[in-house]
């Protein structure tokens, strides 16, 4: 497998992506990751770009080892430099900064591992499109380097080591902007390096499972939250697949799921797919707690810190009833449904004095019952996560679901969260997705959800009027909810959707809808 080494630019878990893409696995570290420490033997090495410069005085290296390890490497942007440095280049700051899009002319040198790098990549006259965001560029070549690519305002924007596999690109070839780089970066890992082992679904759900038996030995036992979302769904139905019961799932109903969540959870995953699931009904516990608070960032931390006290009381009896079994062991790992984009956040680069910082949230649980974690789904996109849910026989409608924020309903009840409160937004968000997803539109939508607004609108029913409250609608697409649109719906959805709200739940007399944007609005109300 490839080796990414990642110097802190934006763009270095793109790297990434790029290569699952083409069915290669890599794993990503940081670039001061020493080769002499590294359990496993890389086929190949990318090194990403930075936000540094090189000549900087605190600017990132690497273990010069990474030279000497025999594997082809390539440097992207500060990779290019990186090796230029090494190996006697010049690196100056350029008097114009290329960013955006450039035209690159690949130059035939002759030199057939030289060559292989832009080998069979279709382009035309003018030369191929590339992204480019970088200050400082080459402006000598290291001696026995020749260049493989040039623009005009740079002379060596791709370069290649005279006998041996080392390259390095000017240019990002793992953004969208370059539309061919991902043929670039195939070049590199399958021609160059020779990248066999493939990465798709199918060859990770076996490895995944020999995986987790082997960590779990013959009789430890495994607890994990689940929460009826994808991640946990399917990390669930993994260690069910590994381990079988000796895979306890608990799930927490504090009362602000969605209208028949815990029901439904339950008979999915215990009927459907066979995992081991307790539920625990703390919904009382929950809402007692919450009554009278209205500030959202201490229903959050109600939320949070019951969530744990419940999930340990639970988790407690689990492992007085084993102890009473001789035939299982204590329960030593709690699995988490940790994806890689929370991994990179851990394990990205950050300047070199920065401490990595752990991505979990689950600390608290972790020293209280001494448990170590297990997280199946780390290597893991989003969307992979979605095949490998597929692959696993999990119902297409969950595999598809919108995100559900951990508090709840908790946070979209603006004002004090009651009883009546909750079933109010049930009723309202149940029409509003049943609505959704009767117009084939909720695979286009990234998030959807209402929110109830504790305001006395004035309204006219029968021949009276009405003082009820107001239900407001939110559906925004995003690629990473960082940002995010609002939807652009048909009026006559909204107007079925506003018609059985107003009509079916009592106490709404109003439904507006959203057209906030992200920034400056947020996902949710509170
Ligand atoms: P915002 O509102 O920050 O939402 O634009 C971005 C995404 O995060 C979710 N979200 C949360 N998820 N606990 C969660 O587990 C929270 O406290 C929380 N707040 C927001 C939100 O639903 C959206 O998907």
Redesign the pocket.
């Known amino acids: 497998s490839i080796l990414i080494l990642d110097f802190g630019s934006q763009y270095s878990h793109l790297i990434t992506r790029r290569c699952r893409e083409l069915g290669v696995y890599c794993e990503m570290l940081p670039c001061t990751q020493k080769m002499a420490d590294l359990s496993w033997k890389p086929t190949g090495i990318i090194l990403s770009g930075s936000p540094y410069s090189v000549y900087a005085p605190d600017a990132p290296h690497v273990d010069p080892a990474v030279f000497e390890a025999g594997v082809p490497v390539l440097g992207i942007c500060y990779g290019l430099q990186e090796i230029a440095k090494t190996f006697g280049g010049n690196v100056e700051p350029h008097s114009h900064r290329e960013y955006g899009h450039a035209q690159i002319q690949i130059v035939k040198t002759g030199v057939a591992h030289a060559d292989a790098l832009f080998e069979g990549i279709q382009h035309g006259p003018e030369g191929l499109q590339v992204w480019m965001s970088h200050g400082d560029q080459l402006t000598s070549l290291p001696p026995n380097f020749m260049t493989v690519a040039h623009t005009p305002t740079s002379p060596f924007t791709a370069i290649a080591h005279e006998s041996r596999p080392i390259y390095g690109v000017q240019f990002h070839p793992e953004v969208t902007h370059s539309p061919r780089g991902k043929e670039v970066i195939g070049s590199f890992v399958k021609n160059i390096c020779g990248v066999r082992d493939g990465w798709s679904m199918d060859t990770f759900i076996p490895k995944e499972i020999a995986r987790i038996r082997e960590i779990c030995g013959d009789k430890g036992q495994v607890i994990g939250a689940v929460s009826g979302g994808v991640d946990s769904t399917v990390a669930a139905k993994l260690m069910h697949e590994a381990i079988g019961d000796r895979f306890h799932a608990i799930m927490v109903d504090n009362g602000v799921l969605r209208l028949d969540e815990a029901k439904k959870v339950k008979k999915m995953l215990t009927e459907d797919l066979g995992v081991n699931l307790t539920v625990v009904d703390a919904s009382d516990l929950f809402l007692g707690r919450l009554a009278g608070v209205e500030d959202p960032e201490q229903k ?1 931390k109600i939320i949070g810190n019951t969530f744990i006290e419940v999930f340990e009381e639970k988790a407690a009896e689990i492992e007085k009833e084993c102890a009473a079994d001789s035939s299982k062991g204590p329960i030593e790992w709690l699995l988490q449904g940790t994806l890689y984009p929370d991994v990179i956040e851990s394990i990205s680069f950050k300047g070199p004095s920065a401490v990595i910082k752990s991505h979990h949230n689950v600390g608290g649980l972790l020293e209280d019952m001494k448990l170590k974690l297990i997280e199946p789904l780390r290597e893991l996109f989003k969307d992979e996560v979605r095949a490998l849910g597929r692959l696993l026989d999990i119902p297409a409608h969950l595999v598809g679901r919108h ?5 709840g309903l908790a ?1 979209r009840i603006l004002g004090e969260v009651t009883r009546e409160q909750v079933a109010i937004l049930q009723h309202a968000d149940e029409i509003y997705i049943a609505e959704i997803r009767a117009a084939g539109l909720y695979d286009q939508i990234s ?1 959807a ?1 209402a929110a109830l607004l504790p305001v006395r609108a004035v309204g006219v029913m029968g021949d009276a009027r009405t003082y009820d409250q107001v239900i407001a609608l939110r559906a925004v697409s995003t690629e990473d ?1 960082m940002t ?1 649109d609002w939807f652009e719906f048909p009026a006559s959805v909204l107007k079925k959707i506003s018609s059985r709200i107003t009509n079916e739940v009592r106490g709404i007399n109003r439904v507006v809808y959203d057209i906030t944007s ?1 920034p400056p ?4 109300w509170l």
């Open positions: 959050r995100p559900f924020p951990g508090p946070i998030q959800f909810f995010a992200k609005g947020t996902v949710e």
